[in-house]
């Protein structure tokens, strides 16, 4: 018997999984959704409908479908599984369209899909400017409910891009907005989406999640490539309001053709969950097949956020050398050069004075090296003075007065944007990364301000939605580069980039500063303190652990550049402490920006701890709690053991002392743990329902490793990488032998290990070579000892401890 049924009751469709009841109105079209054999949370009363125009008049949102002339249901096998899949054809009041729902459910899946599609059936192209998959609000009797009575939501918010806010408002909050909207409100806003105006009324991108801290509803769309996804959520208790559109920017229907929207998605969660956006980011997944690099890629290095636009052909080969240098201590692989070597943003292919010999010989001097040369540029943002802007100005977007259009403040000037609907802008394209790569030969190229190929405008071909053109344009630009070029996005719409990128930024720029800070401007720091996408250490954080859900999975994620300098910043040591924390759990791309000529020998030591990248990614235990989560969770699992390294930030202002309750991490709290302090260098014994942490300082941290202490011998510390045993490739406890087999770091390895061993005395050797042991730390219980070893080495070693 199949597990998901349709059934009709009392002019009611019920469509039903093991998951999930979707109940539909033949009569209205409303629709209810709601966990199956539950009551809440649920989905009550919500319409779908379309925002179209008739030429030369305005949109008009047309909600009042008529009665299905058409109801089909049928068994379907998609990338997701199988399922039922319902089919309600209609008509639209007032309009020669012909609308078609389809919703399906699975066999083995928790989430529902559905599809909005309009035929034109009139005699004159019709103008479609949204669907509305789904929109349940106070003007149609619709409503999320969460309990009987009505109350106050919170919405997990997702921004266009990497640097438009992300993350969690409650309903007696505002929507973020920005005192940069003149300069910057192109780069950190989507010009596309409204801003929220009253208190609990947000507006996201792509997928978000609506909660009550005990359940979620989570909605976006699984398919991503032809139209920008909006949510809207109003969480104040009067209203609890949601909407799911896909916006079609009033694309022109010819009579007879169709449209259809993206897939859109819908989700009830229970929580606490570890990852409530697992199921969404995978579904997505399979729909786009991203391309997700083989192995983790390798540390990089680039000079930004140290020299900026101040970089030089001598600067940069000054680090060249030192990266060569410091090979046994800090492996980078790849040395990539940032905005500062172009004539004018949009001639990307010749250099300013301070690169006298172009970028092709700066390319070879790396490749000589034996590293991988890395080239950034803006390929979508051009200077209106630049030679590609004279020469070609009708490859660029224009505004409604046929200006070309501004797509933002660039440092110094204002840039326009190229237009990616235009075919010779996509052969330029082609052939400005195929020069970059082919010619040149860069093997890693970040493409930044990306956004700018998006923004709405007047196009060559008006046929395409922002997302189509944003795509194409990208997929040029794949093109010039050939599969095997790393690719990184960044300032970029995420949706339409997913399959094409290899990795992605994911928040705002970080800088040598906690608060906000613009390197050109510093004196304006007090200003714009409260601006969340402006560069700063602080909104940075804030998207690495909001979105830790897309790493490995879209792409690889890039938390941007790690900054481990004591000179020339405004970082505290703990600041600095807690960005190498979050960075190296993470697991997403590394790439330092110091002065690598100037950069201490112990802060080199520091960044070394996070090379290679070894960890698998955590997530944030209190994501759908605060803005700022507090919990970073690194479950660690390998054949020979499994750990959990916990990352516990304070990001308030001032020292806080809180304490971590062990039932957050899946312990009881009456279980022996082995606990270790990573940056404190510190073991314990705990039982108990929470650990304290003692004080730690404004915007730092405690790193932690946590294992049950079960009687086993076993590694319960290590100093050696920041996963804490990541680096083991084998571990192996017999009566007469402890033995450790380390894997090439590719990298001088100094540290310590802790062990629990069942001897009261022992003596160990590395490789062939005795070493001491620290003894007499102290039991551990359960008849085990400690032990601390001290260990150098280089390469692949195995460390042999025996009794005696």
């Known amino acids: ?420 609907s235009h075919p010779a802008v996509l052969d330029h394209l082609r052939a400005l990364m195929d020069k970059i790569v082919h010619q040149w030969g860069f093997g890693f190229v970040k493409t930044d301000f990306v956004y700018a190929g998006a923004l709405p405008g007047l196009r060559c071909n008006p046929n395409l939605t922002r997302a189509q053109v944003f795509r194409q344009g990208m997929q040029a630009i794949r093109q010039g580069l050939g599969d095997e070029t790393f690719l990184l996005g960044c300032g970029c719409p995420f949706g339409p980039a997913i399959g094409i990128v290899d990795a992605m930024r994911v928040g705002p720029d970080t800088a040598p500063a906690w608060f906000p800070h613009l390197w050109n401007i510093p004196w304006a720091g007090r200003l714009i303190r409260s601006e969340r996408s402006v560069a700063s250490l602080r909104n940075n954080v804030r998207h690495t652990l909001g979105l830790s859900a897309l790493h490995r999975r879209w792409w690889w994620s890039d938390p941007d550049c790690l900054m481990a300098r004591d000179q020339d910043t405004r970082l505290s040591e703990a600041e600095v402490i807690s960005s190498l924390s979050l960075v190296g759990l993470s697991g997403g791309l590394l790439i330092n920006s110091d002065d690598l000529t100037r950069l201490s020998p112990q802060r080199q030591q520091l960044v070394s701890l996070l090379t290679p990248i070894l960890s698998p990614g955590g997530q944030p235990l209190d994501w759908l709690e605060r803005e700022m989560p507090e919990i970073y969770d690194l479950p660690m699992r390998q054949p020979w053991g499994d750990w959990q390294v916990v990352a516990i930030f304070n990001w308030q202002d001032q020292p806080a002392a809180p304490r971590l309750p062990v039932e957050r991490l899946g312990f009881k709290p009456d279980e022996d743990l082995h606990v270790f302090d990573f940056w404190q260098r510190t073991y314990h014994q705990h039982q108990g329902a929470t650990i304290s942490l003692g004080e730690i300082p404004p915007h730092g941290c405690r790193l932690l490793r946590l294992c049950r202490l079960d009687g086993r011998p076993r590694l319960v510390g290590s100093t050696l990488h920041i996963t804490q045993g990541g680096e083991i490739r084998a571990c192996q406890a017999g009566e007469d032998a402890f033995e450790i087999d380390f894997a090439d770091l590719e990298r001088k390895v100094e540290g310590e290990i802790w062990l629990a061993l069942p001897w009261a005395s022992a003596r160990a050797r590395l490789n062939t070579e005795p070493v001491s042991l620290s003894a007499g730390l102290g039991a551990t219980g359960a008849a085990l000892h400690l032990y601390k070893i001290s260990l150098g080495f280089q390469g692949a070693a195995r460390l042999v401890i025996l009794p005696g």
């Open 1 to 420: 018997m199949p597990s998901t049924t349709c059934r009709t009751q009392d002019h009611q469709l019920f469509l039903e999984s093991p998951s999930l009841t979707l109940q539909y109105n033949l009569l209205n079209g409303c629709l209810s959704l709601s966990p199956a054999g539950r009551t809440y949370p649920r989905l009550d009363g919500a319409r779908v409908g379309l925002r179209a125009a008739l030429a030369g008049q305005p949109p008009v949102f047309i909600q009042e479908l008529d009665p299905p002339q058409a109801v089909e249901q049928h068994a379907f096998q998609d990338i997701h599984g199988s399922g039922l899949e319902l089919c309600v054809r209609g008509g639209a009041k007032g309009f020669p369209l012909a609308p078609g729902l389809t919703f399906r459910l699975y066999e083995q899946q928790p989430f529902l899909l559905l599809r909005l599609a309009v035929q034109n059936l009139g005699a004159q192209p019709l103008h479609i400017h949204e669907f509305s998959l789904l929109q349940a609000g106070h003007d149609n009797h619709g409503q999320v409910r969460f309990g009987a009575q009505a109350q106050m939501l919170s919405f997990f918010k997702v921004g266009w891009h990497d640097w438009v806010y992300s993350g969690l408002r409650h309903g007696d909050q505002k929507d973020i907005t920005t005192r940069l909207g003149l300069i910057a409100g192109k780069m950190v806003f989507n010009p596309a989406l409204p801003i929220g105006r009253r208190r609990g009324e947000f507006w996201g991108e792509g997928w978000g999640l609506l909660t009550d801290q005990k359940a979620a509803l989570l909605a976006g769309f699984v398919s991503t490539a032809d139209q920008f996804g909006v949510l809207h959520a109003d969480c104040s208790p009067r209203r609890n309001a949601f909407s799911l559109i896909a916006q079609a920017d009033g694309i022109a229907l010819q009579p007879g053709a169709e449209l259809a929207s993206e897939w859109g998605y819908l989700q009830f969660i229970d929580l606490p969950a570890f990852d409530p956006a697992a199921d969404f980011t995978q579904a997505v997944a399979r729909q786009m097949q991203p391309r997700l690099p083989a192995a983790p890629p390798s540390a990089k290095w680039n000079h930004w956020y140290h020299f900026f636009e101040n970089i030089s052909e001598d600067l940069f080969l000054a680090n060249l050398e030192a990266i060569d240098r410091l090979q046994d201590t800090l492996p980078f692989r790849t040395v990539q050069l940032d905005d500062g070597y172009q004539s004018a943003w949009g001639d990307w292919d010749t250099c300013n004075a301070k690169f006298p010999h172009g970028l092709a010989y700066l390319a070879e001097q790396v490749r000589r090296k034996g590293y991988t040369p890395g080239l950034w540029l803006a390929p979508f943002v051009v200077d209106p003075r630049s030679r590609l802007a004279q020469q070609h100005p009708d490859w660029l977007v224009r505004d409604n007065r046929g200006k070309p259009m501004r797509s933002g403040f660039f440092t110094h000037n204002w840039g326009c944007a190229l237009d990616a």
